[in-house]
């Protein structure tokens, strides 16, 4: 498995909600931080949440608290950013990412530290 594979986005009104799966595979052994990042139409890259697989413990941007988090199902090597009261502004391209270099937790948000990526998935918000 050459990339993480993402499901899950799709077109939504405000309010609403989506969940984006992201199957991680053989490298869920090896990592320690599956992240979400999410690029926006004329904006760079920017990181929303991450889960720490070990001890199960989330982070998230501060415009996202109390609307998305983040859960794992190990029995399936896969990760999943829920996405509650969705704002226009959430609609962007979103990516998750991983690497089997055990990225620092403190540095979850840097995008220099991920090796691999998924493939980017729509989610698109209207008001």
């Known amino acids: 498995q050459e990339q993480l594979v993402e499901s899950g986005g799709g077109s939504v009104q405000a309010g609403g909600s989506l969940k984006l799966s992201c199957e991680v595979g053989?490298?869920?052994?090896?990592?320690?931080?599956v992240a979400w990042f999410r690029q926006r139409p004329g904006k760079a890259r920017e990181a929303v949440a991450c889960i720490d697989l070990p001890i199960n413990k989330t982070y998230l941007i501060d415009s996202v608290k109390g609307r998305f988090t983040v859960t794992k199902d190990d029995t399936k090597s896969t990760a999943y950013l829920h996405m509650d009261n969705l704002k226009a502004e959430d609609t962007a391209m979103y990516y998750c990412a991983t690497s089997p270099l055990r990225p620092r937790i403190s540095d979850w948000w840097r995008d220099g530290e991920y090796r691999t990526w998924g493939q980017g998935i729509q989610v698109t918000v209207s008001s």
């Open positions: 053989w490298y869920y052994l090896s990592t320690n931080v």
